[in-house]
C-alpha cells in the first residue's frame, strides 16, 4: 500500500477543516491548488509516439511554491543558477530567531514582522562585517525565511548563508580564513536591538494588529511587559562550521531555498481520523519520531505557514544584491583567481533538463523505444 501523501491528507480531511476554521484567501488558493494538483485540473500535456502510436498523457502541476509536489524542478533550477554566484572561499549557515513569545503577534502581522526578521539580520551582518573591529568589508548572503519546526508548530526564523570573506571598500579581498569573523554572543546583542527597535517603532506608529492570542498586547502595559521579556531573554543564533568547496554550498542551499513545512516522504499513515508524521526530536540529539495528529489539526498546521501574497522569501544582500552583483562578483573572481560556475541548465526546455536531472527522456516512447509526435495541450474543461 502506498504512503498518503499531503494531497491525500486535504482530500480526505479538508472539509471538515473548513466546517471548523475559515481559511485566508491565500490559504484557501494553496489548498484548492494542492487538491487539484496533477488532476487534469489545470490541463494537461498530450504526446503521441510516432512509431507505435502510444498516448501518453501528462497532467499539468498547481506550480504553487507550497505544494509539495511542486518543489523539486524548481528547487534544482534555482540551486543551478545560483552556481554562478559562488565564490571559492569559506561560507558559513547562520539561524536567526527571535523569542517564541513575540509568536502571536508575529503571526498577526506577518508581512510587517517577517519583514523585520530579514531587516533586522540584514542590519546585524552588514553593520558587524564593516566594522573593521571584524572584517572591515563587505561581504555576501542569502536569507531565507522559515516559519516552521519539525512538528509544523509555529517557528519563524530566518537561515542565512554568508560568505566568510569579503571586499573592502578599497576593492582588496579581505580572508579571514577558515574561522567565522563574528563571535556569537555580538551577533545575539545587535540582532535583538535591531529586532526590537523596529519592533516597538511599529507599535509606537500603530501599525501592529491584535487577533486571538495576541490580543491582550492591545494594553500598553502589557506589551511593554512583553518588550521588557524579550531583552531579558538569551536571543541565540546558531552557526555552523565552514563549508568544503563551492559545490557543497550550492547542495547545502537546496535544502533550505525551496523547503515546505512537511514533505510527503515524511508522512507515516493516516486512518479516517489521524496523520502520522515523522519528527526530529531536537530535545533528544534530533533523534526521528513519530508524532500523530487529527487531520483537521494537520492542515491547521500546514496552512499557517502559506507566507502573505506575492511575499519574497530568498532574498540577496551585500555582494549578492542584483543591482550590483553582475559586477562585484566578477572583480571578486579576478581578484581570488577563480573560476565561474557555469549554469547547466539555463535556456534549456523541459525535456532536457529532465533528461540531465533524471536521466529521463520523455521523447523516447518506453515500450518500443520510437520518438515523440508533437505534444498538443489541453485546456482544463469549464464547469
Not at 77 to 104: G, S
Not at 279 to 306: A, C, P
Request: charged share 25%.
Amino acid at each position: 500500500m502506498n504512503k498518503p501523501t499531503v494531497q491525500d491528507i486535504f482530500l480526505r480531511f479538508y472539509p471538515a477543516y473548513l466546517e471548523k476554521h475559515s481559511p485566508s484567501p491565500e490559504q484557501a488558493k494553496v489548498a484548492r491548488n494542492i487538491l487539484n494538483c496533477k488532476t487534469g485540473a489545470y490541463g494537461a500535456n498530450v504526446s503521441v509516439y510516432e512509431d507505435c502510436g502510444a498516448v501518453q498523457i501528462h497532467y499539468n502541476s498547481c506550480r504553487n511554491r507550497c505544494c509539495p509536489m511542486c518543489q523539486a524542478v524548481p528547487k534544482e533550477m534555482w540551486m543551478d543558477a545560483r552556481r554562478e554566484d559562488v565564490l571559492d572561499a569559506p561560507y558559513f549557515h547562520i539561524v536567526f530567531t527571535v523569542p517564541d513569545v513575540l509568536n502571536p503577534i508575529i503571526y498577526s502581522n506577518q508581512k510587517l514582522l517577517y519583514d523585520t526578521l530579514y531587516h533586522a539580520t540584514s542590519a546585524t551582518i552588514s553593520e558587524l562585517a564593516t566594522d573593521p573591529k571584524y572584517l572591515g568589508a563587505t561581504v555576501g548572503y542569502i536569507c531565507i525565511l522559515h516559519t516552521w519546526g519539525s512538528e509544523m508548530n509555529f517557528h519563524p526564523h530566518i537561515h542565512t548563508i554568508l560568505l566568510g570573506d569579503g571586499l573592502t571598500p578599497k576593492n582588496e579581498w579581505k580572508d579571514n580564513g577558515t574561522e567565522f569573523f563574528l563571535p556569537i554572543w555580538v551577533i545575539s546583542k545587535v540582532f535583538r536591538e535591531k529586532y526590537m527597535e523596529e519592533l516597538k517603532n511599529l507599535w509606537n506608529t500603530n501599525q501592529l494588529k491584535f487577533h486571538r492570542t495576541a490580543e491582550k498586547y492591545r494594553n500598553h502595559y502589557a506589551f511593554k511587559e512583553l518588550i521588557d521579556s524579550c531583552y531579558d531573554a538569551e536571543w541565540v543564533p546558531y552557526c555552523k562550521k565552514t563549508f568544503n568547496g563551492a559545490q557543497s554550498v550550492i547542495d547545502y542551499l537546496g535544502k533550505y531555498t525551496h523547503r515546505i513545512a512537511i514533505s510527503n516522504h515524511r508522512i507515516i499513515c493516516m486512518d479516517d481520523e489521524n496523520v502520522t508524521f515523522s519528527i526530529k526530536d531536537y530535545r533528544n540529539k534530533g533523534q526521528w519520531k513519530e508524532l500523530t495528529l487529527s487531520g483537521v489539526e494537520f492542515i491547521r498546521r500546514f496552512l499557517m505557514h502559506v507566507p502573505p501574497k506575492r511575499f519574497v522569501r530568498i532574498r540577496h544582500y551585500g555582494l549578492l544584491c542584483s543591482r550590483s552583483k553582475r559586477k562585484k562578483l566578477t572583480l571578486c573572481r579576478n581578484i581570488l583567481g577563480c573560476k565561474k560556475y557555469l549554469s547547466k541548465l539555463r535556456d534549456k526546455e523541459m525535456p532536457e533538463i529532465l533528461k540531465q536531472l533524471y536521466g529521463i527522456n520523455v521523447c523516447v516512447c518506453k515500450a518500443c523505444g520510437g520518438h515523440l509526435g508533437k505534444p498538443q495541450f489541453r485546456k482544463p474543461q469549464r464547469c
